[in-house]
């Protein structure tokens, strides 16, 4: 089965995050053949969305969360707070979150933060156009998942994904060739496997549109895709369920 994961970043208010997941539910009525989708609003709107998605076949994601447990950390929120308010999984890594001064050690940290607390995670990694250029691509990912998932021991209750996007690819327009994903996306499971984390799926990011999600989803290193822009409009985020759906 195919995963869309719809990353709705800062794009939404609270009451239109409850009116876009209230559009894919009733999107999603009588299909056969439901992919995997997971939907990340903002910290505001997740309790309100929790209540919407209830128990249907739709997650919810949160954006980020703290390393720590508790305590005096102004302005952050902790997994245990994830958790009660009805969050299931939650998005690590993310460029964004990276330019803010998260690190792979704090990812390695959120992680493995999230996964005693019962939820599944799902970490970005990917290159700048500078590494790129140079042609350390496959390198530079594997320093990013060695630090990021050396010591981490998921149990079968846990699903991670782990989201190639290139920096480059988010929001720009610019996607990486089908080739080039599915070297990456193979080297990740590989070394994944070695670190003894099965089962992962590995999905691509970064400028994912309907017009191009089929080359993408049709092959079978992409097991998803986690989409930003073209998430937070229910015709475009439809037209990628639907087309996860025929390729599931
Ligand atoms: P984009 O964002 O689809 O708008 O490029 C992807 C992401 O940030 O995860």
């Known amino acids: 089965m195919k995963t869309i994961i719809a990353n709705w970043k800062m794009e939404l208010g609270v009451r239109e995050s409850v009116a876009l997941a209230r559009g894919v539910l009733r999107g999603l009525r009588g299909m056969q053949d439901v992919p995997n989708i997971l939907v990340a609003p903002t910290f505001p709107a997740l309790f309100e969305v929790s209540k919407v998605l209830g128990r249907s076949r739709v997650q919810l994601a949160a954006q980020t969360v703290h390393t720590e447990e508790q305590g005096a950390y102004t302005g952050s929120v902790s997994a245990k707070v994830l958790k009660e308010v009805g969050v299931q999984a939650v998005i690590l890594g993310h460029s964004e979150t990276r330019a803010m001064g998260e690190t792979d050690e704090d990812v390695h940290q959120k992680v493995d933060l999230a996964l005693r607390h019962g939820l599944h995670v799902i970490v970005a990694v990917g290159e700048s156009m500078a590494t790129r250029e140079a042609g350390e691509t496959e390198g530079f990912i594997h320093d990013q998942i060695k630090t990021i998932f050396t010591g981490?021991?998921?149990?079968?209750?846990?699903?991670?994904?782990?989201?190639?996007?290139?920096?480059?690819?988010?929001?720009?327009?610019?996607?990486?060739?089908?080739?080039?994903?599915?070297?990456?996306?193979?080297?990740?499971?590989?070394?994944?496997?070695?670190?003894?984390?099965?089962?992962?799926?590995?999905?691509?990011?970064?400028?994912?549109?309907?017009?191009?999600?089929y080359e993408f989803l049709n092959h079978s290193s992409v097991d998803g895709v986690l989409v930003g822009g073209a998430s937070v409009r229910i015709k475009s985020l439809m037209e990628l369920i639907h087309l996860a759906s025929e390729l599931s």
């Open 152 to 213: 981490i021991h998921p149990t079968k209750r846990h699903t991670i994904y782990v989201a190639y996007e290139p920096l480059w690819a988010i929001g720009s327009g610019k996607v990486p060739s089908i080739q080039d994903v599915s070297s990456v996306h193979t080297a990740i499971k590989q070394q994944l496997d070695e670190l003894d984390i099965l089962d992962v799926s590995v999905l691509y990011g970064g400028s994912v549109i309907p017009e191009n999600a």
